[in-house]
C-alpha cells in the first residue's frame, strides 16, 4: 500500500502493498485472531465494529475504512483486550473481556468529539443524562487527535446502541475523519483477519471462517430446554453439565479458554445472559431457572434458530425501550421512589397510576422500573390487577411468585387479579406526595456553614446584614445548582485539579450538601469570635458570580440572632461536639432537638422543644436475681457500674458463666431488640467489627466493593436514631482478638464520649452515643490469648467471676436446689479446685449445670472424662503431672466427707 501523499483529504489507494502481504502471513496474528475466532465474543467483537465503522467511517470508497480495523487481539496482560479499532495506531474502539462472566457483557469504550455531543445536548442536562449506561471521561486523550475528544466508557450494548444516536454518531464520525485524512501511516499492528472478517470482505488469501462454529444458537436453546425439563432451580455448572450429555460438542467448542475452562461453556453463560434479560429464565447467586414465558417460547419457536433470533429480536426492543424510559424519567425517578414507599404492604399500585405521576405511559414505566429498582415496585400490577411479564420485572424480582409474595403481604386476588378496593390510585398518591406541615418538620434538618474565614476573610456580618449564606466555590461557573451528581463531580475534578483527591472529595461533598442536601425551612447555624448565629433557610441555591470569588454559591437565610448571638458555652445536647469538627458545612441533624431548644429561645411564640427522655437502664429487680441465681445486692452494683463506667469486662476461669450473665442481664437492663452479640477472634478485624469494604453482587453478574457497616456501627447508629433506649452490645471473648486492630480510632471513643473522630474509611466525624453501653467477657486460662493492655484497662471497668468469691461460689448448689437435685454435688467441685490450687484456672460451676450431668452415676463420669480432664490437661500441658491420677473421679467422691455421697 502507497502511503498517501500527507495533504488533508488526501485519497488512498486500494492496492495491496507488500506490507500487507507480509502481514496476512504472519502466523501470531492468525493465531491471535483464531483465539478470538473460536471463543465467545467473537460475535458480540463484529457486531461492535460493524456499528462503529457505519457511525463513523460510511463511506468506504474514500476512506478505505479496511485499513484501519482492529488492531490488537486478546493477549495485553494488563487490560485484557479483546479488540480495538486504529485510527494510526490509536485506539478509538475497546471492547474490553469481563472478569466476572454470567449475565454481564463486554464492556468497553470509544473516543469521539466532546464538542459535537456538547452542542446537542438540552439546557442544564449532562452528558450521563443524555446517554445512561455511559460514562466520559477526559482523561488519557489520544495522540494527534486534539484536545477536542472525550472518551466514552460503557458496556458493548450500550455503546452499539449509542452509535444508532446521530448526534453520538456524528461525534464519533468527526473524530475518526480528520484522522483518516490527515497524515496517516500504515499501522503495522492491524490484524487483517479480523478485518475481513469485520467487513465481510473476499480476499485473495485463504479467509479465515467467519460463521459462528459456537453454534450459540444450539446452545442456548439446550441450556432452557434442560431447565424446562428440570422443572426446578440449578446451578449454571449443573446445567451446563447436562448440556455436554446432550449435544455432540466439537472440536473447536472444546477448545481451551485461556482461564482454563472450555470457550463453549463461556460462550453458553454469555448468550444466556440475553434470554435472562428478556425475562425467558432467571440467573441469581449461581442458580438458574426457566421462566413461565421462556416455556412458552420453546413450544413457539421450536427451531434453534428461529428461538435464538428471537431472543436477539426481544432483546434489542427490551434494550431500546428501556433506554428510551430512562432517558424520559431520569429526572422524576425520586417522584416514583416516594410515591411507591406510600404503598404500604396490603395494598397495590398499577403502572397507569404512576405513570399520571410524571405525565407517561403505563408501558414506559414498566420498562423503568425493570431496568431500575425501586422499593416497593414489586407491588406495582397493570391496570386490571394481574402480575406484569417477566420482561416487565427487574431482575430481584424476575423468576419468584410475585402473587404468592403479595397475598402473604394480604393482598386479595381472584383468580390472576387483584382487588381494586386494595388499589391505591394516583389521585391518592399525589396527594401523599404533598408534604403536610406535620411532615415538613419532621423532614427539617439542621446544618452549620462555616464564614468566619473565608480565605482570611469574616462573611458572617456580610450574611446577617444581607440574608444570606454561601460556600466560595472559586472555581465553579454558571449554573451548577441544575446539573446532575454525576456531571458535578466532572466539574470539580477538572476545575479543582491542582488540589489533592482528598480536597476534591471534600468539595464534592460540601457541593452536594449546599445543592442538594439543604432544603427551604431547615435551620443553619453558623459561628463567629466565640458566638453561635441561628437562621432558617429561605430559598433554593443559586450560582452569584462574586467579584472576590469568595461567596459563588449562595442561598437565602432568614437570620435570627442578628442582634441576639448566643454564647457557644450556652449549647446543650451533643451540639457542642459536632461543632469541634472543622469542616466548611457540616450536617448537625443528629443534634436536631438541642437546636430546635436554641430556635424556641429565640421565637417566644414558638412552644419549647421537649428534650428526648434520657436513655437510662433498668433497675434490677428481686425477679430477675431470683432468675439468675445472683445476690441482688451484686447485680444492682454491676448495673451502676455499666450506667457510669458505659462499658464493662467480666473476667474469669471457663465455667463461670462470663457469657450467660452478660447476655442475661442485658436483656433485662434494656428492651430485647437492643442487646446484640459479637464474639472476637484473632482474625477478626476493624472492617468486621466497624466497617469496611465488602465485595458485593451487582445485577449484572459483577462484583462492586460497598462501604457495609459492622455490628458496632450499626448498633450506635441505632442508638444514635433512639436516644431514649439504652443499646448494649455484648463482645464475647474480648480478649482473643487484636484490640488495637479491631478498634483502631474507636479507642479513644471509648474513654472521650463527648468527642468527635474522623472515620478512617467512610472519613466522617463519629461519636459513640451516650446511650450505648459495651459488655465484654474475657477467658483468663487461655495460654494462647495475651493479657490487655494499659490503654484498654484503662477504658473499661473490670468485673471478677472466680469459683470462690460472689456470686459464683454457692452457683452450683443454689441451682440444684431449684432443679430438685442433691446439692451436696456441690461439694465436688469445691474439692477438685482445692486440689488444682490455682486460682486463674479455677473450674467453674457450668460443667456440672445440666440436668443430663445428675442423671446417674454414668453421666456424671461422662462429662468428667470429656470435659474437665480435657481442660486440665491442657493446664498441665508443660507440667510432670498424671492428670488422670491426680484429678481421679472416684478419688475425689471419696474426699468428700461422709454426708456428702
Not at 46 to 55: F, G, H, I, K
Not at 410 to 427: C, H, K, L, M, Y
Not at 623 to 645: G, I, P, Q, S
Not at 699 to 718: H, I, N, V
Request: net charge negative; with cysteine; proline share 6%.
Amino acid at each position: 500500500m502507497r502511503e498517501p501523499t500527507g495533504e488533508a483529504g488526501g485519497t488512498k489507494l486500494t492496492e495491496m502493498s507488500t506490507a500487507e502481504a507480509e502481514l496476512r502471513k504472519d502466523p501470531a496474528k492468525q493465531a491471535r485472531f483464531d483465539r478470538l475466532h473460536s471463543g465467545p465474543y467473537f460475535s458480540a467483537v463484529v457486531e461492535a465494529n460493524r456499528a462503529y465503522l457505519a457511525a463513523a467511517v460510511p463511506d468506504a470508497a474514500v476512506t478505505e475504512r479496511e485499513r484501519w480495523v482492529l488492531t490488537c487481539l486478546p493477549g495485553n496482560a494488563h487490560t485484557q483486550r479483546l479488540s480495538v479499532l486504529s485510527m494510526r495506531t490509536m485506539e478509538v474502539l475497546v471492547l474490553l473481556e469481563p472478569v466476572i462472566l454470567g449475565d454481564g457483557d463486554v464492556t468497553g469504550f470509544v473516543s469521539v468529539r466532546q464538542s459535537v455531543l456538547k452542542a446537542a445536548l438540552p439546557p442544564g442536562r449532562s452528558l450521563e443524562q443524555q446517554y445512561p449506561g455511559l460514562s466520559f471521561r477526559t482523561d488519557s486523550p489520544y495522540h494527534d487527535a486534539g484536545e477536542d475528544q472525550i472518551r466514552v466508557l460503557g458496556p458493548r450494548r450500550a455503546l452499539v446502541a449509542a452509535f444508532a444516536d446521530e448526534t453520538f454518531a456524528a461525534a464519533a464520525r468527526a473524530l475518526a475523519t480528520d484522522l483518516l485524512t490527515g497524515r496517516t501511516s500504515h499501522a503495522r499492528h492491524h490484524n487483517y483477519p479480523l478485518a475481513d472478517a469485520v467487513l465481510g470482505r473476499t480476499v485473495p488469501v485463504d479467509p479465515p471462517v467467519v460463521d459462528d462454529t459456537m453454534r450459540n444458537s444450539l446452545l442456548v436453546r439446550t441450556c432452557l430446554e434442560v431447565l424446562s425439563d428440570s422443572g426446578e432451580r440449578m446451578h449454571g455448572r449443573t446445567v451446563l453439565d447436562e448440556v455436554a450429555k446432550r449435544i455432540t460438542l466439537t472440536e473447536a467448542e472444546l477448545r481451551p479458554h485461556k482461564s482454563g475452562v472450555p470457550v463453549w461453556t463461556i460462550a453458553a453463560r454469555f448468550h444466556t445472559g440475553d434470554a435472562a434479560t428478556i425475562g425467558w429464565m432467571v440467573k441469581r447467586a449461581g442458580d438458574w431457572w426457566i421462566t413461565d414465558a421462556g416455556r412458552a417460547a420453546l413450544e413457539e419457536y421450536p427451531g434453534r434458530d428461529e428461538f435464538y433470533a428471537e431472543i436477539g429480536r426481544r432483546y434489542r426492543e427490551v434494550y431500546r425501550n428501556r433506554k428510551q424510559a430512562r432517558k424520559k424519567y431520569d429526572n422524576r425517578l425520586h417522584v416514583l421512589a416516594a410515591a411507591l414507599q406510600r404503598v404500604e404492604p396490603g395494598s397495590w399500585t398499577a403502572y397507569d397510576d404512576l405513570a399520571e405521576l410524571v405525565d407517561g405511559t403505563p408501558d414506559d414505566i414498566a420498562h423503568l422500573l425493570a431496568d431500575t429498582y425501586v422499593e416497593n415496585s414489586h407491588r406495582v400490577l397493570d391496570a386490571a390487577g394481574r402480575i406484569p411479564p417477566a420482561e416487565h420485572q427487574h431482575v430481584r424480582h424476575r423468576g419468584s411468585d410475585l402473587r404468592a409474595r403479595l397475598v402473604e403481604e394480604s393482598v386479595e386476588f381472584t383468580g390472576r387479579t387483584a382487588n381494586q378496593e386494595q388499589r391505591i390510585p394516583a389521585d391518592l398518591l399525589r396527594g401523599e406526595l404533598e408534604p403536610s406541615p406535620a411532615t415538613e418538620a419532621v423532614a427539617r434538618r439542621a446544618w452549620l456553614v462555616r464564614g468566619a474565614n473565608v480565605d482570611g476573610y469574616d462573611l458572617v456580618p456580610r450574611w446577617l446584614a444581607e440574608g444570606w449564606v454561601s460556600l466560595a466555590a472559586s472555581q465553579l461557573t454558571g449554573a451548577v445548582e441544575a446539573v446532575g451528581p454525576q456531571r458535578l463531580a466532572q466539574i470539580i475534578e477538572e476545575e479543582y485539579r491542582h488540589k489533592s483527591y482528598s480536597v476534591r472529595e471534600k468539595l464534592r461533598g460540601y457541593f452536594e450538601a449546599f445543592l442538594r442536601g439543604i432544603r427551604p425551612g431547615d435551620f443553619v447555624l453558623t459561628v463567629e469570635q466565640g458566638e453561635i448565629h441561628l437562621g432558617l433557610v429561605d430559598g433554593p441555591a443559586r450560582f452569584v458570580e462574586s467579584p472576590d470569588r469568595r461567596s459563588n454559591l449562595r442561598r437565602d437565610v432568614e437570620w435570627l440572632t442578628v442582634d441576639a448571638a448566643r454564647d457557644l458555652t450556652e449549647l446543650t445536647g451533643s451540639l457542642p461536639t459536632l461543632l469541634q469538627n472543622q469542616d466548611d458545612l457540616i450536617d448537625l441533624t443528629d443534634a436536631l432537638d438541642a437546636v430546635e431548644r436554641l430556635h424556641a429561645d429565640l421565637t417566644p411564640e414558638a412552644p419549647p422543644a421537649a428534650p428526648a427522655p434520657e436513655a437510662r437502664l433498668a433497675q434490677v429487680t428481686e425477679d430477675v436475681a431470683a432468675e439468675l441465681l445472683t445476690e441482688l445486692d451484686w447485680l444492682t452494683r454491676l448495673r451502676d457500674l455499666l450506667a457510669e463506667r458505659k462499658q464493662v469486662i467480666l473476667y474469669g476461669p471457663p465455667g463461670t458463666g462470663k457469657t450467660y450473665l452478660a447476655t442475661r442481664l442485658a436483656a433485662k437492663l434494656t428492651e430485647a431488640h437492643a442487646v446484640r452479640l459479637v464474639q472476637f477472634h484473632p482474625s477478626y478485624t476493624y472492617e468486621d467489627f466497624f466497617e469496611g469494604f465488602r465485595p458485593q453482587s451487582a445485577d449484572d453478574g459483577t462484583l462492586r466493593f460497598k462501604l457495609t457497616p459492622g455490628p458496632l456501627r450499626q448498633l450506635a447508629d441505632e442508638a444514635r436514631e433512639h436516644p431514649s433506649t439504652a443499646y448494649v452490645l455484648v463482645i464475647d471473648e474480648i480478649n482473643r482478638g487484636n484490640l488495637a486492630k479491631v478498634f483502631g480510632e474507636l479507642y479513644f471513643l471509648l474513654e472521650y464520649r463527648d468527642e468527635a473522630i474522623r472515620l478512617q474509611y467512610s472519613a466522617e466525624p463519629f461519636t459513640l452515643p451516650p446511650n450505648l453501653y459495651l459488655i465484654g467477657t474475657m477467658n483468663t486460662a487461655d495460654r494462647s490469648i495475651a493479657l490487655l493492655d494499659a490503654a484498654m484497662r484503662r477504658r473499661f471497668a473490670f468485673v471478677e467471676l472466680h469459683p470462690a468469691k460472689p456470686p459464683v461460689n454457692g452457683l452450683l448448689r443454689r441451682w440444684l436446689e431449684r432443679h430438685g437435685l442433691d446439692p451436696s454435688r456441690a461439694g465436688l467441685l469445691d474439692a477438685l479446685n482445692v486440689r488444682l490450687d490455682d486460682a486463674d484456672y479455677a473450674v467453674g460451676p457450668s460443667y456440672l449445670m445440666r440436668p443430663s450431668v445428675h442423671a446417674g452415676p454414668d453421666a456424671l463420669r461422662q462429662v468428667w472424662e470429656y470435659d474437665v480432664l480435657p481442660l486440665l490437661r491442657e493446664h498441665h500441658y508443660a507440667d510432670d503431672v498424671d492428670v488422670d491420677k491426680r484429678y481421679n473421679l472416684d478419688d475425689l467422691l471419696a474426699s468428700l466427707p461422709s454426708d456428702q455421697p
